[in-house]
């Protein structure tokens, strides 16, 4: 537990959020990839796996984890919180790739590209063959908008393990893919930071919801209107004492994006995205659980027809929130995720359990959790160190975190 407070403290200190500008650099501006032919997904799923860095350990480390998102391709190191996000075509048998990689933890940013030969995997990987694989991808990458200069080059190693094939663990990130502070070119609580979401490694989201005015559910985090979160404004003060209509009006989130409704953005989810689970953390000054629940269920029924493998879960953080749980007609049946004691999480029939993870792995309570049928997520989890910890010594369904690049990282190099 000493370590874990000893974090915390180094977190406390050093979470100012300074201004600093990333500008991502503007990927494959002479066009080539429209000249190429899209991969299949039987391609797709033959490059993904685990690479030997050959070419640019100093920069990316000593492994990293390719892994497709719909129509990007990306790419998770361990090295300051690295990833790369590109977009991938095919002509005459070899594998073009062009974006952009990134440090998470800092404003190092720069262009990248490559290839891989007919003859280093490009052929079996148009094909779709797997036997006797072995891919080479070579390439280069530069800083900032810079022509890329730097030798980059990875071996494939191996294909993802079983362990991580069969189990389904939620990769959720924060505030809809991640934070402001993050400067990921996206507002957090957008619709532009959902659909950036699963390029990130994330496969779930937890969303932040007020409530406005006149009753509608909004995606913000804070509970005033403020500089962190959105641009200059004529108007200031609770979110809540505005209407839906004054703060699409005259509010724009910090990279301009409108407010979205908690009904657009989880319309977004369910027809744009592969997000498997939604966290809905509750912090209206209001009772939101039957109009945020009736969005909830709307969206529930619509699933089946589009055979989409989603949960939406209501996040119950305080008493106040359970109370208020308990109230609504049917709550039995509603499905939940509770972040308070054990025997609450059963007075609600919540499917999840969300403990902090300032307590630890909880082995005993866990197990107990899944003997009821129960899932667990573990929440805020970010330091490198203890991410790897939880997953090699926890039994968690998931985690929460600021990074997902990171956890998506250690959790796809697992044995």
């Not at 403290?9 to 503007?26: G, Y």
């Not at 391609?43 to 100093?58: A, R, T």
């Not at 937890?206 to 209107?225: F, Q």
């Amino acid at each position: 537990m000493k370590k874990y407070l000893l974090y915390i403290l180094i977190v406390l200190f050093t979470s100012c959020d300074q201004s600093i500008n990333v500008e991502h650099p503007i990927v494959d501006g002479s066009g080539f990839l429209a000249q190429t032919y899209p991969l299949l997904n039987d391609s797709k799923l033959v490059i993904e796996g685990i690479y030997e860095v050959i070419d640019g350990k100093e920069y990316f480390g000593e492994q990293v984890v390719l892994k497709w998102n719909g129509e990007y391709l990306s790419i998770f190191t361990s090295k300051n919180v690295g990833y790369m996000i590109l977009q991938s075509g095919s002509l005459d048998s070899v594998i073009f790739s062009y974006g952009y990689w990134r440090y998470g933890i800092n404003s190092e940013t720069g262009l990248v590209n490559f290839y891989i030969s007919t003859f280093e995997g490009g052929n079996k990987i148009i094909a779709g063959d797997t036997t006797n694989l072995q891919i080479t991808i070579r390439g280069a990458f530069g800083e900032g908008s810079n022509f890329p200069d730097r030798k980059f080059q990875l071996k494939y190693l191996r294909k993802f393990s079983s362990t991580v094939i069969e189990n389904n663990f939620y990769i959720l990130a924060h505030r809809g893919g991640g934070r402001n502070s993050d400067y990921l070119q996206a507002s957090e609580n957008s619709i532009e930071m959902i659909a950036l979401a699963e390029r990130l490694g994330a496969n779930g989201i937890e969303i932040d919801v007020h409530v406005t005015k006149d009753g509608i559910p909004i995606l913000y985090h804070d509970s005033d209107i403020n500089l962190r979160l959105t641009q200059k404004s004529v108007i200031w003060g609770n979110i809540e004492d505005f209407t839906y209509a004054q703060l699409r009006t005259f509010i724009r989130l910090k990279n301009g994006e409108l407010i979205p409704s908690l009904k657009e953005a989880l319309e977004y989810v369910l027809e744009n995205t592969n997000i498997k689970l939604v966290w809905l953390d509750l912090k209206s000054g209001k009772n939101e659980i039957p109009v945020v629940a009736e969005i909830q269920q709307n969206i529930l029924r619509r699933i089946n027809p589009l055979h989409r493998d989603l949960q939406i879960l209501l996040g119950i953080p305080t008493i106040e929130k359970a109370n208020n749980m308990l109230n609504y007609p049917n709550y039995l049946n509603v499905p939940k995720v509770c972040e308070l004691d054990l025997s609450i999480v059963r007075e609600l029939n919540a499917g999840f359990w969300a403990p902090r993870w300032t307590q630890g792995t909880q082995l005993e309570s866990v197990r107990a959790m899944h003997s009821e049928g129960r899932k667990v997520l573990v929440w805020t989890l970010d330091e490198p160190a203890f991410i790897e910890s939880f997953l090699r010594d926890g039994e968690f369904d998931g985690i929460l975190t600021n990074h997902p690049t990171l956890v998506a990282y250690h959790y796809y190099i697992r044995q």
